[in-house]
């Protein structure tokens, strides 16, 4: 990596929690200097324009939640049970460190992906559509095997489980309460066991 590269990837990597906390269009340039300890010059000198910083973050951000949930959907969690639960007890293990860096980053930079900032909105379009795919596959995966329903909708469950997820994180960040997101969990794992579940159990 060249010295270039490694002080653009320190950029996004120090201004990820200011972004996802702050947002994306309310961040400033003083708040990226300020967060980074680097001058205006040397930010610019890197990237375009704020937007583009803005965007990186928002690649990093997205990413890292990527890699972590995917995790669940790995060979350690053999059966396709095994990974829907894994699936949910991510986010259920890991809420806390979620809501201490400013909540979940596809539905904050969602609220502000409007027209103003195409960009952003396109990248978090195919974000969601990506976890929509994810999520779709293991359910086929499992249709195949006969553990789960061969008549399900892959895709109406696994955006079904996103819309749940994301609302119960919407009320217990706004609130300060768990037990939001803990209700929207527990209807996703009962929708997986009684709904999808070939044995429901």
Known sequence: MSKAEKTRQFI???TASLFNTK???STSLSDITATTGLTKGSIYGNFENKD????????YNAGLLKQSMSRSFGDEFPSTMDKLN???AFYRKNWQSVFLNGGCPLMNAATEADDTFPLLKKQVTQSFTEWISKISEVIIEGQKSGELSANADSEEYASLFIMLIEGGILLSKT???????NQALDRVLHIIN???NIHPS
Do not use: D, N, S
């Open 12 to 14: 996004i990597e120090k």
């Open 23 to 25: 947002g994306y269009t």
């Open 52 to 59: 583009q910083v803005a965007l990186e973050v928002y690649k």
């Open 86 to 88: 894994a699936f949910v």
């Open 175 to 181: 609130t300060g309460e768990e037990k939001f997101l």
């Open 194 to 196: 009684k709904e999808l």
